[in-house]
């Protein structure tokens, strides 16, 4: 099973930005189809954004975060990003990464069992 590592993630004011990085083990991970989710207390897990498996890169972005957050891979260093500008209280969330290596090329999974394999999370605090 492959092994994810993120990190990127902290406290910042309202309108600043983090750049959040998912490392896999084993395969390139263009290998895989790979998502960004986020858990705020008291709430269900919610997808963020996702890319493709292979070549295309694929994007999804939930509403909520269009336009102020991209998601990129750089397969050279199996890791993809999730990079967060004009961030806002309300992303205030554990953020998770997530992979699946079954996704069809160019398909772009969105929910979390369409995934299965996951990162430790990291938290995204931003203060008002």
């Known amino acids: 099973q492959v092994q994810l590592v993120e990190s990127g993630g902290g406290l910042v004011q309202a309108g600043g930005s983090l750049r959040l990085s998912c490392t896999t083990s084993?395969?390139?991970?263009?290998?895989?189809?790979m998502g960004w989710f986020r858990q705020a207390p008291g709430k269900e897990r919610e997808f963020v954004s996702a890319?493709?498996?292979?070549?295309?890169?694929?994007?999804v972005y939930v509403d909520s975060v269009k336009g102020r957050f991209t998601i990129s891979r750089d397969n050279a260093k199996n890791t993809a990003y999730l990079q967060m500008n004009s961030l806002k209280p309300e992303d205030t969330a554990i953020y998770y990464c997530a992979v699946t290596q079954y996704a069809s090329l160019g398909y772009v999974p969105r929910r979390p069992t369409d995934f299965d394999s996951w990162g430790q999370g990291t938290q995204v605090t931003v203060s008002s």
């Open positions: 890319i493709s498996r292979g070549n295309t890169g694929n994007t």
């Open positions: 084993g395969r390139t991970s263009s290998s895989y189809a």
